[in-house]
């Protein structure tokens, strides 16, 4: 039998050295490396898809004012209506001519008053518009300006003073078209409570039938020579990507980053896990992704541990996977409102460089976000980053500190960090309570599936 010796002093040291000095490559790239730009027209695209959904929303509502039953309701729901179109006001991004002529067509439907405007706010939509409300003419087939949702009310409002047959056969068009919306609203929102429920569930079992802490017990059974490896192999991965990478990617033209990144990130992975492997017991690596649950079966002779099966095994962590998301998924959500309101209010400036690349390379989009970031991630965050200081705190503060850790290197505006935040920690509970690290990479490919279904809606 061997037993295995820690390593000299002196190797100790200078390993500690080196790393230290790849952890000043990785922190010195944050601010070496270039701001994140994503391309004027992406950014432009985005606040018109904003704008257009908020408005197919608000000439919904401005439809359906008329199915109240009594003055008093109409009045509130006008009022509602008014009140969030001064709210956008606020938004810088939304300050366009888009907006501006949408907003006044919703006005002009409810019986506002919308004179005395400046027409410099009405842009390249000026001359339309004022046709439409001086009953001259509708726009012509092919005019931008029937590309706007709300424009639909101001046709409507139209047709109503010059021509009420077809103002009765276009209306009841628009009205069956706002009520499929609305229907759609009210599915979302019973999804949505749903998954607030599902969360309620998940949270509640989980404080009343704590699962063991599987990821503390391997965790107990690493030497202390060896628990520095965690940290190193996390950093190995991270100079790879940002250093190296910020500096192979200068050579390239914009069209080929997005297959580097497709080569970039399984090399850094692979890299780091071939160090830690290296530097470790030869069955550790196996056990940062699944290690074996055994169960006390009796028989009628004896009782004696069992290995759980491994399917019906992965069929469940995949189930706690999604059930987790809805316990995380309202605690992010609430902690980006409080961000948001904190900073005054004001609209997320900045967006995920990946963005520029969905229209057009959707596929491969999909494969690197949704596929192979939420695995390497998983396993560089999950198993070294909080494993190294889980090593050093109790559960719940090592979660934070690589929560924290997770969200800083994150592309986003500050605004969304405690949500990343929430995100990262949330995984790190999930993964010290499971055997494996397949729950949190089932939560992180939910997380980063629906991001990338926004995407698709807006792009």
Same mark, same amino acid.
């Given at each position: 039998?061997?037993?295995?010796?820690?390593?000299?002093? &002196? /190797? @100790?040291? !200078?390993? =500690?050295?080196?790393?230290? +000095? #790849?952890?000043?490559?990785?922190?010195?790239?944050?601010? %070496?490396?270039?701001?994140?730009?994503?391309?004027?027209?992406?950014?432009?695209?985005?606040?018109?898809?904003?704008?257009?959904?908020?408005?197919?929303?608000?000439?919904?509502?401005?439809?359906?004012?008329?199915?109240?039953?009594?003055?008093?309701?109409?009045?509130?729901?006008?009022?509602?209506?008014?009140?969030?179109?001064?709210?956008?006001?606020?938004?810088?991004?939304?300050?366009?001519?888009?907006?501006?002529?949408?907003?006044?067509?919703?006005?002009?439907?409810?019986?506002?008053?919308?004179?005395?405007?400046?027409?410099?706010?009405?842009?390249?939509?000026?001359?339309?518009?004022?046709?439409?409300? &001086? /009953? @001259?003419? !509708?726009? =012509?087939?092919?005019?931008? +300006? #029937?590309?706007?949702?709300?424009?639909?009310?101001?046709? %409507?409002?139209?047709?109503?003073?010059?021509?009420?047959?077809?103002?009765?056969?276009?209306?009841?068009?628009?009205?069956?078209?706002?009520?499929?919306?609305?229907?759609?609203?009210?599915?979302?929102?019973?999804?949505?409570?749903?998954?607030?429920?599902?969360?309620?569930?998940?949270?509640?079992?989980?404080?009343?039938?704590?699962?063991?802490?599987?990821?503390?017990?391997?965790?107990?059974?690493?030497?202390?020579?060896?628990?520095?490896?965690?940290?190193?192999?996390?950093?190995?991965?991270?100079?790879?990507?940002?250093?190296?990478?910020?500096?192979?990617?200068?050579?390239?033209?914009?069209?080929?980053?997005?297959?580097?990144?497709?080569?970039?990130?399984?090399?850094?992975? #692979?890299?780091?896990?071939?160090?830690?492997?290296?530097?470790?017991?030869?069955?550790?690596?196996?056990?940062?992704?699944?290690?074996?649950?055994?169960?006390?079966?009796?028989?009628?002779?004896?009782?004696?541990?069992?290995?759980?099966?491994?399917?019906?095994?992965?069929?469940?962590?995949?189930?706690?996977?999604?059930?987790?998301?809805?316990?995380?998924?309202?605690?992010?959500?609430?902690?980006?409102?409080?961000?948001?309101?904190?900073?005054?209010?004001?609209?997320?400036?900045?967006?995920?460089?990946?963005?520029?690349?969905?229209?057009?390379?959707?596929?491969?989009?999909?494969?690197?976000?949704?596929?192979?970031?939420?695995?390497?991630?998983?396993?560089?965050?999950?198993?070294?980053?909080?494993?190294?200081?889980?090593?050093?705190?109790?559960?719940?503060?090592?979660?934070?500190?690589?929560?924290?850790?997770?969200?800083?290197?994150?592309?986003?505006?500050?605004?969304?960090?405690?949500?990343?935040?929430?995100?990262?920690?949330?995984?790190?509970?999930?993964?010290?309570?499971?055997?494996?690290?397949?729950?949190?990479?089932?939560?992180?490919?939910?997380?980063?599936?629906?991001?990338?279904?926004?995407?698709?809606?807006?792009?």
């Amino acid at each position: 039998m061997t037993v295995e010796k820690d390593p000299p002093v &002196a /190797d @100790r040291i !200078l390993r =500690s050295v080196t790393f230290l +000095i #790849l952890f000043l490559a990785v922190f010195g790239s944050f601010f %070496l490396r270039p701001e994140p730009k994503t391309d004027s027209a992406v950014l432009e695209d985005l606040t018109k898809t904003q704008s257009d959904l908020f408005f197919k929303f608000i000439a919904a509502g401005a439809l359906n004012i008329d199915e109240a039953k009594t003055e008093e309701q109409k009045t509130v729901l006008k009022n509602a209506i008014v009140g969030q179109l001064q709210s956008i006001d606020s938004e810088p991004a939304f300050r366009t001519p888009e907006v501006q002529v949408q907003k006044r067509m919703v006005l002009a439907h409810l019986g506002e008053d919308i004179g005395g405007y400046d027409e410099k706010s009405l842009g390249p939509y000026k001359e339309a518009f004022q046709n439409l409300y &001086a /009953d @001259r003419s !509708l726009p =012509s087939e092919g005019d931008a +300006i #029937l590309t706007m949702p709300a424009t639909e009310l101001a046709v %409507l409002d139209y047709l109503k003073r010059n021509d009420p047959e077809r103002y009765a056969i276009e209306h009841k068009k628009v009205k069956e078209k706002a009520a499929s919306l609305l229907t759609a609203i009210n599915i979302g929102s019973i999804v949505f409570l749903f998954i607030i429920t599902l969360g309620l569930y998940g949270a509640v079992r989980f404080f009343f039938n704590r699962p063991p802490a599987y990821f503390g017990r391997f965790l107990d059974t690493v030497k202390p020579a060896q628990q520095p490896v965690f940290m190193e192999t996390a950093i190995l991965f991270l100079f790879v990507m940002f250093p190296v990478g910020m500096i192979l990617s200068r050579f390239l033209s914009e069209q080929w980053m997005l297959p580097f990144n497709f080569v970039l990130i399984p090399a850094a992975f #692979l890299i780091s896990l071939l160090y830690f492997k290296s530097e470790t017991r030869p069955e550790m690596l196996r056990w940062l992704f699944w290690v074996p649950v055994f169960d006390q079966v009796s028989s009628e002779n004896d009782t004696a541990p069992t290995q759980r099966p491994f399917l019906p095994s992965l069929f469940k962590e995949i189930g706690v996977g999604i059930v987790a998301w809805a316990v995380i998924f309202p605690v992010g959500a609430l902690a980006t409102l409080i961000a948001v309101t904190l900073a005054g209010g004001e609209a997320v400036p900045s967006v995920h460089p990946i963005v520029q690349y969905v229209d057009g390379h959707r596929l491969e989009v999909f494969l690197l976000a949704v596929v192979i970031a939420p695995i390497v991630e998983e396993v560089i965050f999950r198993n070294f980053v909080y494993g190294f200081f889980r090593f050093r705190f109790q559960g719940f503060l090592a979660a934070l500190f690589s929560g924290f850790f997770f969200a800083v290197i994150h592309p986003y505006s500050a605004v969304l960090m405690p949500q990343l935040t929430v995100l990262g920690a949330g995984l790190a509970i999930l993964r010290e309570h499971r055997p494996g690290i397949v729950a949190p990479i089932v939560t992180h490919m939910i997380v980063n599936g629906l991001a990338f279904l926004f995407m698709q809606l807006l792009f």
